[in-house]
């Protein structure tokens, strides 16, 4: 058949629905009913009236998502993360596009007029793809040019980029589906999903018209989805991610119809305004796979238009991607534009965004004839982040660059492949900015925690060259900036040639620091950078007059000391002999405050024990499509025991993939994320583990086994595929394979349980995947139950599942749970109908929009005050509870960005006013907002394991003050130090945000101690890069981000004008990674309510850092406070590096002098 046959034959076919308007040469391109245009621009092609589509922030959405207002009700003070924000302050940018697309032979004749707010015309940009000025004429207040099929114009005034035109003159189609195959599915507005998603046809032909396609909808190998000029398609497609997925290689994705997600809410930040959100790795307009051991090769992605991308709007990872003339508009901030493998192309496409626009996690790539326009602070052209393999042979040519770009170009590398050969060569560049000093150019290697041996990293071999700038403002100067981290970590060979800013030479202000070798700038070159001299922290505080006697102006009172002994941290953990020898004197520090848990009783309960002696229990695996947790592509783990005569057996490893959010809290954005892979099994006695990586993972070349500690040493397959090792016995152990620290192991070998219930007893309610425990009918049945039951399976409970008075809830080690659970008083229940209200702190959401226009219903919400006493009255109090089990418990349900303090966000919350509390052994995932918390008394958390630090405020535990055997990976703080704390074997991951140990936010009220606690074997590994993105950690002192140990105090609040942290003992702490630094002991707090700061009686006993510190530790007092005080400071068998420490010069500088800094170093060997 002829190609003109072909376009007949789709014409006659596909034109029901939205139609293509033919005029002359021209076919102008319109959408379906219900489709806004634009209020900015009306444009006309050769005298017939255009659709002129448009895209913009929330403000301007009229049918799109009319409750999306990102405003906060007018209010100029608003609460973000338990911090007032003042927004009367803050200038919000709001920013829409205007577009129109055409097909055409031959040029055609374009009139562009103004509607709303026209703004003068005079100064007009209008240029080409290729940044050329575009000839055009000025009649009255219409703008007219000659459009040449196969070019990209974009219409500026005034320099006003928050409301643009740009205008598509595209080629006729030339590729298009044979639509009379019998392998064709021509999808038509209304066509049911399932239909298109279960055919077997490999070909979908989305005809003109408004598709509801929805969410995630699945590519398969080989499939071929074509959007016809006209289509309007609702949705976002998606490789899927898990472990047995057939990938989507061979995927084409063309056409010239539009992909949106403009019914999903994606702005950064809290989803104040209750709207849906997708949130899962895989949510990208476009997910092409490639980043989860998908097969992704051999892809193409033409011709479409992606408009409010739901995360980014393309990303693949596989090889032989070609992005051809696509065109995406999106507003989102933290999110950006194309990422692509190896050996692939970006071409001829229109990106409007502001982050990190094209990028590249693969070597061989070439960006070519793109139009990039941003608002503000875009990146253009971004490598790096968490490169773990080589990367080179980049090249980006021949495009054109619009925007208040920061930097033009820029490469910064955190992890450990070396980034080379990138060549960046005839750009045209229009900067918007107003800045005297322009970003063009951006080079670093920072800080890693995780760089050791042959993992270092580097970038060379960076030739930027022919860039041709045109500053719409005032002329700049020309920033190029770099700085390595290390000898072996450095930059090197950069040349920078050839710019030109309004058509003079540049004036270049280079910033080259450390380990930068070889930099040449015009006709400069610098051989070697220079290291900054690091400056103390910008302090503004009032000075605090000395006074004569401050233990008489500043006494310390100590309650818990009065009941329990001024030093009882230290009498537990430094017992005399005769403390010894005394049956009566408390052996832990719970003991002594009678912090000791039951829980619930099981007395009268049928229940069933571990066996006596060895054993090795394993547990079946849960697949379910509903679960965000995934099964591991990556390894496989089979456990035996000798001892005991156990047959081997495999045990299921599941993976947990990090969603993108804001780049405030961690190195994130684009990917790779970090994933989580996890198992569990319950034993007594040696197991023997082997672990294979799976067939699409990689050999391997080693496999370190934390806590390094334990001496556990893998021996290797002699195909390397395997290894295999021994455990001793119950331990929680992570594995980190090829220096591959985003895709670590964790392997959790659990104690034997206490008896289980058994669920054959009638006081066990068992509840069944198949009952619906989220209806108030069900939820009723609880409380007539001591004990509830999951049975094996994945179960959704929804939120607020109740926990109530003298009662368990167990599951087992093979079910999954996704919900959250809420601590209620029976008398209590009906105030929110059991949980199947959600509970909200903020009164006012009720006035949000997406209540009022029906994205929301009042009737699912019920308000329950701030305050504590607000919590107790409407809640009320439980006591004598029990949640555990060896299973996973998801709080998947759980929107995480809606409203963080609006809907109290943790997967488990039991008032403080409760009592003996007992949670032990689940495994936390999901997208919880913060772990698990309980600050009443009794408590006990033992054997529970808690995943998914992904989100920024993910603490690691928040239930009590007795913590035994736990494993979590947390974003936020590890632990504060409250009065009590009692941890006993921890083994913490910090990922790149607060500290593991978090001394204190404030100080108690005046004169009181914070205190008496005493933790213990503790493994870190501490994840943080010392700051929000990779920067040049040289250049300053003090980093609230940094600290192994961070004494903090970075709150100053009346009726704290002095306080005091003692009585503190830390013992047997083991650093996995390079800490940064160790000790962060100096108050960050101002002086206008807090006068004096006391520290006194804190012991680190037995600090391990092998892998030594990257910065100087710093202790010592508020410059303007000279009444702080640190006294009996003891740090006794620290070694850093191979080194014991003998004296505080040797890894630590002060903030203060003199006999108010009493830090002594101390050894067993002297």
């Known amino acids: 058949m002829s190609m003109k046959h072909v376009l007949i034959t789709l014409a006659m076919i596909l034109t029901t629905g939205a139609p293509v308007i033919s005029f002359g040469a021209a076919k102008i391109y319109s959408a379906p009913a219900g489709i806004d245009q634009s209020s900015d621009f009306a444009v006309h092609v050769d005298g017939q009236k255009a659709f002129v589509f448009f895209m913009s922030l929330n403000e301007h959405r009229e049918n799109y998502l009319p409750a999306a207002d990102v405003e906060f009700l007018g209010e100029k003070k608003v609460i973000v993360r338990n911090v007032v924000h003042d927004l009367g302050k803050k200038v919000i940018k709001k920013a829409r596009e205007s577009w129109v697309s055409f097909e055409t032979d031959q040029p055609v004749k374009i009139t562009v007029g103004q509607l709303a707010d026209p703004l003068p015309l005079d100064q007009v940009m209008l240029i080409d793809e290729l940044g050329n000025a575009v000839e055009h004429v000025i009649r009255g207040d219409k703008i007219s040019f000659a459009a040449t099929a196969g070019h ?311 030739t930027v060259s022919d860039i041709q700038i045109t500053a719409l403002n005032d002329t700049p100067s020309l920033a190029v900036s770099a700085f390595g981290f290390s000898e072996e970590a450095p930059v090197r060979n950069v040349s920078v040639q050839d710019i030109t800013v309004n058509g003079e030479p540049a004036v270049f202000s280079p910033t080259i620091e450390q380990c930068a070798y070889n930099v040449t700038l015009g006709d400069k070159t610098i051989k070697e950078g220079k290291r900054p001299v690091a400056q103390a922290p910008k302090r503004n505080y009032p000075q605090v007059d000395a006074v004569k006697n401050p233990d008489k102006k500043y006494p310390r009172r100590d309650q818990d000391g009065d009941l329990y002994g001024w030093d009882v941290a230290h009498q537990v953990a430094y017992p005399s002999a005769k403390q010894k020898n005394d049956p009566d004197f408390p052996k832990t520090l719970s003991a002594a405050y009678g912090n000791q848990a039951t829980g619930a009783s099981l007395k009268g309960i049928k229940t069933i024990s571990a066996p006596e002696g060895d054993f090795l229990q394993t547990y079946a695996a849960v697949n379910d499509p509903r679960m965000y947790t995934l099964h591991s592509p990556d390894y496989e783990v089979f456990v035996s025991q000798k001892s005991s005569g156990t047959p081997g057996a495999d045990v299921p490893v599941y993976e947990n993939i990090g969603t993108l959010m804001n780049t405030g809290q961690r190195l994130v954005n684009p990917p790779p994320m970090l994933t989580e892979h996890f198992c569990n099994f319950t034993h007594r006695g040696p197991v023997e583990v082997t672990v294979t990586m799976k067939e699409r993972a990689p050999v391997i070349k080693e496999a370190l086994i934390m806590p390094s500690a334990a001496g556990i040493k893998p021996t290797y397959s002699a195909d390397r595929k395997s290894f295999s090792f021994t455990l001793s016995g119950p331990q929680f152990i992570a594995i980190i394979v090829n220096g591959d620290w985003v895709r670590p192991l964790f392997i959790f070998g659990n104690p034997a349980e206490e008896p289980a219930p058994d669920p054959s007893d009638k006081a066990v309610l068992t509840i069944k995947t198949s009952d619906d425990f989220k209806t108030l009918k069900n939820r009723k049945k609880l409380d007539d139950h001591r004990v509830i039951y999951f049975e094996p399976g994945y179960h959704d409970i929804g939120m607020f599942f109740p926990v109530f008075s003298d009662q368990t809830i167990y599951i087992p080690g093979d079910a999954y749970v996704a919900g959250t659970i809420r601590g209620v008083n029976r008398d209590n229940a009906d105030n929110h109908a059991y949980g199947t209200k959600l509970i909200t702190q903020n009164k006012e959401i009720f006035d949000f929009r997406a209540f009022k226009k029906g994205y929301q219903n009042a009737d699912d919400y019920v308000y329950m005050g701030r305050s504590n006493k607000a919590a107790q009255e409407f809640l009320g109090s439980i006591e004598n509870f029990t949640i555990r089990g060896r299973g996973i418990f998801s709080g998947e349900q759980m929107e995480w960005y809606k409203g963080q303090e609006t809907v109290p966000g943790y997967i488990i919350l039991v008032d403080r006013s409760g009592r003996n509390g007992v949670l032990e052994g689940l495994t936390f995932v999901g997208r919880h907002f913060h772990s698990a918390n309980f600050f009443g008394a009794p408590s006990l958390l033992a054997n529970v394991k808690t995943l998914y630090g992904f989100h920024g405020n993910t603490d690691a535990s928040q239930w009590g003050m007795v913590r035994r055997n736990f494993f979590s990976v947390e974003q936020d703080d590890g632990t504060y130090i409250k009065n009590g704390l009692d941890i006993d074997g921890w083994f913490a991951w910090q990922q790149n945000n607060a500290n593991t140990f978090c001394f204190a936010r404030s100080m108690p009220s005046d004169g009181n101690t914070l205190g008496h606690a005493h933790v213990r074997n503790v493994t870190v590994i501490d994840g943080r890069y010392g700051s929000t993105g990779v920067a040049n950690l040289s250049k300053g002192q003090y980093n609230p981000m940094r600290g192994g140990f961070w004494l903090g105090i970075n709150h100053d609040r009346g009726n704290h004008n002095f306080s005091y942290i003692a009585d503190i003992v830390m013992q047997n702490i083991y650093f996995e990674t390079i800490v940064n630094p160790l000790f962060q002991f100096a108050p960050m707090t101002g002086t206008r309510h807090n006068k004096m700061i006391g520290a006194e009686d804190i012991t680190f006993d037995n600090i391990q850092v092998p892998m030594g510190q990257n910065w100087k530790s710093i202790f010592g007092g508020r410059p303007e406070a000279p009444d702080d005080v640190m006294r009996r400071i003891v740090i006794k068998d620290l070694v850093i590096g191979d080194k014991k420490i003998s004296a505080l010069d040797e890894f630590s500088r002060t903030r203060s002098e003199g006999p108010n800094l009493d830090i002594q170093i101390k050894s067993t060997d002297r």
């Open 152 to 462: 990209k114009y974009l219409l500026v005034l005034n320099n006003d980029l928050s409301r643009r035109l740009t205008i598509f003159a595209e080629h006729p189609e030339q590729d298009l589906p044979d639509i009379k195959s019998a392998d064709t599915f021509v999808i038509r507005p209304g066509t049911p999903r399932e239909k298109y998603e279960n055919t077997a046809r490999k070909t979908l032909c989305f005809a003109p018209g408004l598709h509801e396609m929805g969410d995630a909808f699945p590519l398969k190998p080989g499939l071929q989805i074509y959007l016809a000029p006209g289509a309007y398609v609702r949705g976002f497609f998606t490789c899927p991610p898990g472990a047995d997925t057939a990938g989507a290689s061979g995927v084409k994705i063309f056409g010239r119809g539009i992909l949106s997600s403009d019914y999903n809410q994606v702005t950064e930040g809290p989803n104040y305004n209750f709207l849906p959100r997708p949130l899962r790795f895989w949510s990208n307009s476009i997910y092409l796979g490639g980043f989860n051991r998908e097969p992704a090769d051999n892809q193409i992605v033409k011709g479409i238009t992606i408009i409010y991308p739901s995360q980014q709007p393309i990303v693949g990872n596989g090889s032989n991607t070609l992005v051809e003339n696509v065109k995406v508009f999106n507003f989102e901030k933290g999110f950006g534009g194309i990422c692509v493998g190896s050996q692939s192309t970006v071409k001829d496409c229109y990106v409007s965004t502001d982050t990190r626009v094209l990028t590249a996690f693969g070597s061989d790539v070439t960006f070519s004839g793109n139009l990039l326009v941003g608002l503000e602070k875009q990146t253009p052209f971004y490598f790096g982040d968490r490169i773990l393999d080589d990367l080179q042979n980049i090249t980006i040519e021949d495009s054109t660059v619009v925007g208040d770009w920061d930097p033009l170009f820029s490469i910064r590398q955190a992890h450990f492949g070396n980034l080379k050969n990138f060549n960046v060569k005839n750009i045209r560049a229009f900067y918007t900015g107003r800045k005297p000093k322009a970003q063009l150019v951006g080079l670093g290697v920072g800080f890693s925690p995780y760089r050791r041996g042959d993992y270092q990293g580097s970038i060379q071999d960076v």
